[in-house]
């Protein structure tokens, strides 16, 4: 009699465990369906309720509101969010290049163009036909300069000297107009110009001044440049197999589980940044090493090297060494009779013309409201104030970019306890993975393959390296050259900024002598085939674009 009451209640027991069972089962994916929509996809084929997850390859695969369509969509959305991501943490710094790029060049350029201005000017009222007679060569000295400081192969100390040289020879001739010379007789009066110093000390000054100056601001703005282009480069990132799952796994799996709104934990997202942004790290040391390299510099425009205190007063420096020459013509022209024989008498109707007549009057430098505003009023000093601050911000910047990335509130939840931990809400427990490619090895997000550095990333790695070098070559006031054919053969020509010192001071001194080495090669220089390929890249691709900078 007591066994049918139990019958029916383990009957109606069953009967209700199947019953929760079946409500597990047909969960609603109404939250999932409205996500979806937000982010512009369809809801054809969105299923209504939960279903059975084993057509899942990244998700769990248990009941899930994803079909495969839609865990390939989602994937291909978490790959786009990643790049969004990289772009936005990067844009401060790419910004900063860009701007202060076009901020330091219009300077430069700027303050060329008035420095000539400012000598034409000054050259028409103080010393008039004379001066406009022979203005070539001072069109020729500025148009040297400019396009040095443009990328040109000029050397400025040839450029400088052939300057010196052209004037001592129009100007001994004006002195000395009642003779007739020969360009022969000329060429031996150049030949002197060392020993006699007819313009003093000026020449020599200047030349330390303005070829310190222009090796530094040159370097400097290209160092901005391709600070700039490196920085573009690297932000759009390449996503691997690895990398790409890893994303969706973290940001949409949530999705196919029914919870949309379920942020990722803070240290599951480090791991996973870390992984996909190995190689970007990779670029840090190097990066950091141009960082400092960009500084000293900096430090040196401020100060010994500023060109803004040598160009603006150089038609002052010019035309004090011209009266040096007018104050010293009797004895300059009385050794250059002596060292290249005397010269012969002018013909009839070339009179003699005494010194007064040929310069009647001293120069009256500019007042400092007269002199033409440079850069729309700003200074070199200000200008490199503001650049030293944020080159120093950006130091570090691609090891910490992960930690940027995930300090974001829009991306993950701060709440320990209540975010995604890849599997369900919770706390996450792995321990977050240092950064750089090796440490990924134990990476327990995403799948690296730490024998194989991204080839892009080891180019931008040996353009910063080539770049560092020139700069700290600037910093000694000495500019890079190669010498041989393999570097001629890297874009060492015209228009590549690699120009004219034959002194050098290298950043990597066994990579750099490896690649001045006897091109025959030897069991030991097999070995260093690799790094030379890359130094040589390396080198083509910081030419392009110093190519292309103008």
Known sequence: M????????????????????????????????????????????????????????????????????MEDRLGQQGKLDFEKLVDESSRTIRTVFTSRHKKFDEFFLELLDNSEKSLNDMFVRTYGKLYTHNSEMFEDLFSELKRYYTGGNVNLEEVLNDFWSRLLERMFQLLNSQYTFTDDYLECISKYTDQLKPFGDVPRKLKAQVTKAFIAARSFVQGLMVGREVANRVAKVNISPGCSKALTKMLYCPYCGGMPGLKPCANYCQNVMRGCLANQADLDPEWNLFIDAMLLVADRLEGPFDIEAVMEPIDIKISEAIMTMQDNSMQVSSKVFQGCGHPKQAGIGRSARGISDVFNSRFRPYSPEERPTTAAGTSLDRLVIDIKEKLKESKKFWSSLPDSICAEDKVTDPDEEQCWNSHTKGRYFPEVVKDGLTNQLNNPEVEVDITRPDTFIRQQIMTLRVMTNKLRNAYNGKDVYFQDSSDEESGSGSGSGFTT??????????????????PQPTAGAAQQQKPLLQLLVAVMALTSLLLRWR
Request: proline residues 6%.
């Open 501 to 518: 010192e034959p002194e050098v001071v290298h950043t990597e001194p066994p990579m750099l002598e490896a690649d001045k080495s006897d």
């Open 2 to 69: 007591l066994k049918t009451p139990v019958v029916v209640f383990t009957s109606l027991s069953l009967l209700l465990s199947l019953s929760c069972a079946g409500d597990v089962k047909s969960r609603s994916c109404s939250d999932v369906r409205q996500a979806f929509t937000t982010k512009g996809f369809s809801l054809h084929n969105v299923p209504l309720q939960e279903i059975s997850g084993e057509h899942l390859r990244v998700c769990s695969q248990g009941y899930t509101c994803c079909t495969s369509d």
